[in-house]
Nanobody, 127 residues
Framework: QVQLVESGGGLVQAGGSLRLSCADS????????MGWFRQAPGKEREFVAA????????YYTDSVKGRFAISGDNAKNTVYLQMNRLKPEDTAVYYC????????????????????WGQGIQVTVSS
């Protein structure tokens, strides 16, 4: 059974850092790209960052550029999100996601391009 498991969340003060990790517990699939989304209370899920393994191209939403960095290991289906200079508005449940097809509807920023999801992990940034 394919399962993405996130870790590394928690409570941090504004200006602090956290590193999220996401691993495939079953190692039963090959992903074309992996990414992170987040959902704050009362808001829709939004794209945060993604990496396409072929070429190691990375993508970020504007609000985290320069503060967050995505990296990972394609062979291990593992992806990380280093979050620096955290702000209270970064508070959300963060979801790891993987796409197993190179093609699909939408762009890398769209949740439609991801067919495997973790259960989410809470990140809380206090002011």
């Amino acid at each position: 059974q394919v399962q993405l498991v996130e870790s590394g969340g928690g409570l941090v003060q504004a200006g602090g850092s956290l590193r999220l990790s996401c691993a495939d517990s079953g190692r039963t699939f090959s992903s074309y790209h992996m990414g992170w989304f987040r959902q704050a209370p009362g808001k829709e899920r939004e794209f945060v960052a993604a990496i396409i393994w072929s070429g190691d191209n990375t993508y970020y939403t504007d609000s985290v550029k320069g503060r967050f960095a995505i990296s990972g290991d394609n062979a291990k289906n593992t992806v990380y999100l280093q979050m620096n200079r955290l702000k209270p508005e970064d508070t959300a449940v963060y979801y790891c996601a993987a796409g197993t097809s190179r093609y699909g509807s939408g762009t890398i920023y769209s949740s439609n391009r991801y067919n495997l999801w973790g259960q989410g992990i809470q990140v809380t940034v206090s002011s």
